[in-house]
């Protein structure tokens, strides 16, 4: 039990293959991601196309960045909701750790920079130690990550406690 915090990229795989305008062609990606032991899965209605997801990255304890995609993105309000984030968002973040992991008074500097720790329920430790640095460069490689897929991929983090 614990605070765990998950980044996601989405994927929207259109059901049609529209490049053929005089016939209804099912796209062969769409059929590629079916389930091989339940190729008739969607058989009852006309469903528009399927959504995949991809985990990209995942903490575990790391209250200072979710509550930074809480602050941030979330208006302040923990639900444990999927937070959609932008790639700024993600450039942004990976910013602040860099510059936190920089200073010579980490503590200030996140604060500053909206990167403090926050206690939770089993939230985990709140010092800016060694555990507060690995989050840190965790983060960093990501974003780093995240930002490398191609554009049509959307992404979502979402935390459970």
């Known amino acids: ?11 929207h795989v259109s059901k049609y293959d529209y490049s ?3 016939n209804r062609i099912i796209a062969q990606e ?3 991601l079916l389930p091989m032991d339940a190729p008739d899965i969607t058989q009852y209605g006309d ?17 200072a960045i979710h509550n930074f995609f809480v602050q941030g993105i979330g ?3 923990d639900n444990c909701e999927e937070m959609w984030v932008s790639r700024a968002h993600l450039v942004d973040l990976r910013s602040r750790c860099s510059d936190v ?10 604060k500053e ?7 939770g329920f089993f939230f985990g430790n709140t010092e800016y130690g060694d555990w507060y640095k690995d989050d840190l460069k965790l983060t960093i490689e990501i974003c ?10 959307s992404i979502c983090y979402q935390a459970s406690w």
């Not at 039990?1 to 994927?11: E, F, H, I, R, S």
């Not at 995949?52 to 790391?62: C, F, H, L, T």
């Not at 992991?101 to 996140?110: G, I, Q």
């Open 1 to 11: 039990m614990g605070l765990d915090c998950y980044l996601y990229a989405k994927k």
């Open 20 to 22: 053929d305008t005089q």
């Open 30 to 32: 769409y059929a590629d």
């Open 47 to 63: 469903f528009a196309g399927i959504t995949i997801n991809y985990p990209v990255g995942y903490w575990r304890k790391a209250n």
């Open 75 to 77: 208006g302040g309000e």
């Open 101 to 110: 992991l920089k200073a010579d008074n980490m503590e200030a500097k996140a």
């Open 113 to 119: 920079l909206g990167l403090e720790t926050a206690d």
């Open 144 to 153: 780093d990550h995240a930002l490398k897929l191609p554009e049509e991929y």
